[in-house]
């Protein structure tokens, strides 16, 4: 099992909300992502970030901000929410010194509905 | 375009059956192929990983191979358990970058019933 937490599970908000969707890991990675995931379809990176005070967009575009300040913290905020942001949120991390085995571990995720 | 495709989309069996389950990838250059176990409202698991030189990988009853000159991998899942009811989903890395980007397939829908 996975030391990586996300919180909450499940969000419901209105249109117009400033959310925070919190990721923790206590396994010491340096790298971290968050990825987004619609049903029945494939993740797609949205952040990721190889320390502190390292953080990088992913493929997807996204209105979403992350920030980096303790190693073990990935926090994902969208200042604004709309409808067209609800998915499911996932986090993970991986160690940064494992080559071609980098095995990345996630979280629960969270899912977010936005009315 | 650097894609990954799996199939069938959706499987149903019985429990204490076999299946395979394909992907097949067009990611180039290639570094590694993972397999991922993800649980309904879960985040994926990993079930094994292979590099080029590496054509088959087990993890208990789960065992994957892979074929890098025709680009296909298969996940085996022997004598089936209600628990392995979940979505499995093929990963492909390349070398491209220091991030070794990853390559999701849509997964496979496996439901095993009793």
């Known amino acids: 099992e996975a030391d990586i937490y996300q919180t909450p599970r499940y969000l419901v908000i209105g249109t117009g909300k400033k959310i925070t969707l919190e990721c923790s890991q206590t396994m010491g990675h340096d790298k971290m992502y968050w990825y987004q995931q619609d049903p029945g379809m494939e993740l797609h990176l949205i952040h990721y970030s190889y320390g502190v005070n390292s953080t990088e967009k992913g493929d997807l575009s996204s209105e979403s901000t992350v920030s980096r300040i303790r190693t073990e913290h990935f926090p994902l905020t969208l200042e604004s929410a709309r409808p067209s942001h609800t998915s499911q949120y996932l986090c993970a991390s991986s160690e940064s010194n494992t080559g071609e085995r980098d095995i990345q571990y996630f979280g629960a995720g969270t899912r977010l509905s936005v009315l | 375009k650097n894609q990954v495709e799996q199939s069938p989309q959706s499987l149903i069996i019985l429990e204490g059956k076999n299946c395979t389950l394909q992907?097949?990838?067009?990611?180039?250059?290639?570094?590694?192929l993972r397999w991922y176990k993800q649980d309904t409202g879960r985040g994926p698991v990993s079930l094994t990983i292979?590099?080029?030189?590496?054509n088959t990988k087990s993890n208990g009853r789960y065992t994957a191979t892979l074929d890098a000159d025709t680009k296909q991998s298969s996940l085996h899942i022997t004598a089936s358990q209600l628990s392995d009811s979940a979505s499995y989903i093929c990963v492909v890395s390349d070398r491209g970058s220091t991030l070794g980007r990853l390559y999701f397939g849509r997964g496979t829908q496996l439901t095993v019933w009793p």
């Open positions: 992907c097949n990838y067009t990611v180039s250059p290639f570094s590694n």
């Open positions: 292979m590099t080029f030189s590496e």
